[in-house]
């Protein structure tokens, strides 16, 4: 599902070209689009390497963007995703996936670190992190940035269809406790994401959700099974972003972001940060040790980084950016909404998770397998 694909297409146009978010721009204009393409040109230094291939989450760009760095650079991308945390590593931890950009959530980079999977940037190819927020420069899960560049961030919360939903959405026990779920037998999803899923229901509990007490992870198993008779399935945003949007789905454990590109096309979509706390994320842009095209990728890296590129993203999809150079270009529905930059006492609510070790993933792992079987 795409929102008002050449309306946005065209403010991407206005975007880049003229450094100002025009909304009213399309994209038959072919006069206006071939300025903004010369201007991208002086953007973006053409590379040796003819190819960058980029694993990432589903619908999380805008897909002419790609086009437009193809067009301008020469390189041709190979644009896979994942729908899951699990899924990229299974493909990408054995170290032969063949891919050059790896967006990895924060917990996730120290683990892929101490494996030797992610190269260190260079960043004398990165001109363009001038443009990050200073919070962002010096991350806990990566000291230094050595090896990532944030995207995006946003928040894991629930989505919700307020025509459908009784009483409004405003904690985990709307979806945990039975006597509420079951109001919406087999309408409600989760995350097919082990971290997320578990984290839910410890917040639930009135546990961190980075914590490894035995006894605390069996009560959150207990909570997931027995929500699980009550549920329609676990999934992802490729299922949820549509079922929230056309009706087949009346709440869904979330991301952020996916849940304002399914009230674009349905207003009656809503979404809630849990009064108990939620997940705060970031997810980050990294190049593998093996990467095949090493300098396409920070190409590719570099160009995200455009304060009017982080913009146009930022707006299509609905999440915060680390980039402080684009706030000018955000669109107001998007800078100044609370469930997409919350404020501080909300913030202090939101935890990032925390990475684990081997033994302590397989807590989680045995959690996960004995709630989805």
Avoid at 91 to 103: A, H, I, T
Avoid at 176 to 198: A, G, N, S
């Amino acid at each position: 599902m795409k929102i008002a694909a050449a309306g946005v297409v065209g403010a991407a146009v206005g975007a880049v070209a003229g450094n100002y978010y025009g909304a009213q721009t399309t994209l038959t204009q072919e006069e206006s689009l071939k300025t903004q393409l010369e201007d991208l040109k002086k953007k973006i230094p053409v590379q040796p390497e003819g190819e960058v291939r980029v694993y990432t989450w589903s619908e999380y760009i805008h897909e002419y963007l790609i086009d437009v760095f193809k067009m301008n650079t020469g390189i041709n991308v190979i644009y896979d995703t994942f729908e899951s945390t699990d899924e990229m590593r299974a493909k990408v931890s054995p170290g032969q996936s063949g891919y050059d950009v790896v967006m990895i959530t924060d917990y996730i980079i120290p683990e892929f670190v101490n494996l030797g999977l992610l190269a260190e940037l260079d960043t004398a190819l990165l001109p363009n992190l001038i443009h990050l927020d200073d919070k962002f420069k010096n991350p806990d899960y990566d000291p230094g940035g050595k090896h990532s560049v944030p995207y995006l961030w946003g928040t894991t919360g629930i989505g919700w269809n307020s025509a459908k939903v009784t009483d409004p959405i405003a904690s985990w026990a709307d979806v945990f406790e039975p006597e509420k779920v079951k109001k919406y037998e087999k309408t409600v999803t989760m995350l097919d994401d082990m971290r997320e899923t578990i984290g839910a229901a410890m917040k639930y509990l009135g546990y961190s959700l980075n914590d490894l007490d035995d006894s605390h992870l069996n009560e959150a198993k207990q909570v997931l099974l027995g929500q699980k008779p009550h549920l329609a399935k676990y999934t992802g945003a490729l299922e949820y972003i549509p079922g929230l949007a056309g009706g087949r789905f009346t709440i869904s454990h979330a991301y952020s972001g996916d849940v304002f590109v399914a009230a674009a096309d349905n207003p009656d979509v809503k979404y809630t940060i849990p009064k108990e706390g939620c997940t705060l994320w970031v997810d980050n842009m990294t190049v593998l040790k093996n990467a095949p095209h090493p300098v396409a990728a920070h190409a590719w890296i570099n160009y995200i980084v455009d304060p009017t590129v982080m913009a146009i993203i930022s707006n299509v999809r609905y999440y915060a950016n680390p980039n402080k150079d684009s706030f000018p270009f955000l669109n107001k529905d998007v800078a100044e909404d609370p469930a997409i930059y919350p404020p501080e006492d909300v913030y202090k609510k939101l935890e990032i998770m925390k990475p684990v070790t081997p033994a302590e993933l397989e807590k989680y792992q045995k959690v996960w397998l004995d709630v989805v079987g």
